[in-house]
Nanobody, 126 residues
Framework: VQLQASGGGLVQAGDSLRLSCAASGRTFSRYPMGWFRQAPGKEREFVAASSRTESSTLFYYTDSAKGRFTISRDNAGNTVSLEMNSLKPEDTAVYYC??????????????????WGQGTQVTVSS
């Protein structure tokens, strides 16, 4: 199983970026998928996640992402994306996508995820 993240880059404050993460080897349509980030000298932190029940899709965002970032995933469970608008210099980090193989844990916790992408760098200049 592999998660391949892409879409990072160098942008200016106020710009937008769209990160994508493609899964291969299995699908994750039933379980949470999410995005985390790690800035230099800091611990990895939660950014956004999506989980599914039988009748609905749930979305989770860290406070700093609410209103600016939008997570989405395709119905097949092979791709998860993160649309990031109004980017700020403090959003600079390596962004990691992640996929879970059960729904037993809080999707906002890194421990909920079994598979991780390699990370894509997002740099926002002021």
């Amino acid at each position: 199983v592999q998660l391949q993240a892409s879409g990072g880059g160098l942008v200016q404050a106020g710009d937008s970026l769209r990160l994508s993460c493609a899964a291969s080897g299995r699908t994750f349509s039933r379980y949470p998928m999410g995005w985390f980030r790690q800035a230099p000298g800091k611990e990895r932190e939660f950014v956004a996640a999506s989980s599914r029940t039988e009748s609905s899709t749930l979305f989770y965002y860290t406070d700093s992402a609410k209103g600016r970032f939008t997570i989405s995933r395709d119905n097949a469970g092979n791709t998860v994306s993160l649309e990031m608008n109004s980017l700020k210099p403090e959003d600079t980090a390596v962004y990691y996508c992640a996929a879970a193989t059960n729904d037993l844990y809080d999707p906002r916790s890194a421990g909920a995820y079994r598979y991780w992408g390699q990370g894509t760098q997002v740099t926002v200049s002021s």
